[in-house]
């Protein structure tokens, strides 16, 4: 059963505007080309199935090959090279050396000297460098594959439009330069705390978010990789659609069973601080967004699961596709592993609304730290996580069958 569609169930269930998608059997010239999970892209009729025919939404998909803050912001770079503060290696020139410094000749053999004190890590015997202090286990380390300041992590910049490349070379409708102003304004006044309710959507990023939160989906703008979101803009507000969950259910970063069922509601954001991502973390300064947020995680845990709408759901679609699942010798995994990943979908399933209501009535921690060496969690020693599949060019056990999108007619 794909994860990707019961992430999108989901989030219609919770009235969050999302893509349609539906199983499909793909034949090319007669031929079986396997079997896909076929999701609507984000375009003009997706905006106007969602928003209505008159609508005046402007839909990005900010995308960025930044590494993070660490690797640099090319945009930044290019500000500094024109303004002189950079040399521009294009053109020949060279970074200026420190006053007594003389560069090691490469050519000749030469490396940079070590720093003081430093030795360097011999790696025949199998030593590696030791990570920085701010490296985060369960991410990628500080900045990540953050998107850094180039706009992906929606945090405002300066009032150039052109600083915000990542998200306008992105657009997937069309947009004009007021539309652009018109976002950046909207992301300063985020940055400063200004008339929420004006510039985000704050009811329906408050359902994204408890859907996002539920499902784990760590492959996402709550995490360093800060991306698979679609970022909608009508009239100055703001707000989040969802995109790409084939590594939703706890796995994406997770870690173990223990921490994907026990993810704390309360600390959401996994590898960066809450300051690197403003959108969702400004309106969570409020008591009131939080509550709201709370209920949407508790419709979702006693309403949508425990109800057994869940459940049916899968249950009803796994009798459609068996058969087609069954006979298509293009899987990763083959049937086996799909009836495996079926039946542990469900059980983590199970168990993460069980986790999150105990977190909301207050019998298990709802923050991470409060979780460490704590005895209360949800117990998950029989569950195996690998059934749900993890990061992987198209499939997995869990996330059967494959996407197929525009990107797989691409390549």
């Not at 994860?3 to 031929?31: H, R, W």
């Not at 989906?217 to 969802?242: F, R, T, V």
Request: contains cysteine.
């Amino acid at each position: 059963m794909s994860q990707e569609y019961m992430s999108y169930d989901l989030m219609k269930y919770m009235n969050v505007p999302s893509s349609l998608c539906t199983f499909a059997e793909i034949k090319v010239n007669g031929e079986h080309f396997g079997f896909y999970l076929a999701v609507e892209d984000v375009d003009d009729s997706y905006i106007e199935r969602n928003y209505g025919t008159d609508n005046s939404v402007k839909a990005y998909k900010p995308e960025s090959m930044d590494m993070g803050d660490k690797q640099g912001d090319f945009d930044d770079i290019r500000k500094k090279i024109n303004n002189g503060e950079m040399p521009d290696r294009n053109n020949g020139e060279s970074p200026e050396m420190p006053e007594g410094m003389t560069p090691p000749d490469m050519n000749n053999g030469e490396f940079p000297q070590m720093p003081e004190n430093m030795t360097p890590p011999d790696r025949n015997n199998g030593e590696f460098p030791q990570m920085p202090d701010d490296f985060n286990k369960q991410g990628m380390g500080k900045g990540g594959m953050d998107g850094g300041r180039n706009g992906v992590d929606l945090k405002y910049i300066d009032d150039n439009t052109e600083s915000y490349s990542s998200i306008f070379d992105n657009s997937l409708n069309k947009t004009t330069e007021e539309d652009e102003k018109r976002l950046v304004e909207s992301l300063k006044n985020i940055s400063e705390g200004k008339e929420l309710e004006k510039h985000i959507n704050t009811d329906e990023v408050l359902r994204y978010l408890a859907c996002n939160v539920f499902l784990v989906n760590l492959d996402s703008y709550l995490s360093s990789n800060c991306h698979n979101y679609i970022l909608a803009e009508d009239n100055g507000q703001l707000s989040m659609l969802p995109w790409d969950y084939n590594l939703s259910f706890g796995s994406f970063q997770s870690g173990t069973a223990d921490s994907a069922v026990n993810y704390a509601v309360d600390t959401i954001f996994n590898g960066v601080s809450a300051e690197d991502r403003p959108l969702i973390a400004k309106l969570l300064e409020s008591e009131e967004n939080i509550e709201k947020y709370h209920s949407y995680l508790k419709e979702i845990a006693e309403k949508y699961v425990q109800s057994g709408i869940f459940e049916q759901t899968v249950n009803r679609l796994t009798d459609i596709i068996d058969g087609y699942v069954k006979n298509d010798t293009t899987s990763f995994d083959g049937y086996e592993a799909y009836k495996e990943g079926v039946e542990t979908l469900k059980k983590f399933t199970s168990l993460r609304a069980e986790s999150v209501l105990g977190q909301l009535d207050g019998s298990i921690p709802s923050t991470s730290e409060e979780q460490q060496n704590s005895d209360k969690l949800i117990d998950t020693s029989d569950l195996d996580m690998k059934k749900l599949g993890s990061m992987n060019m198209g499939g997995g056990k869990g996330d059967f069958p494959k996407k197929f999108d525009r990107k797989n007619t691409d390549e």
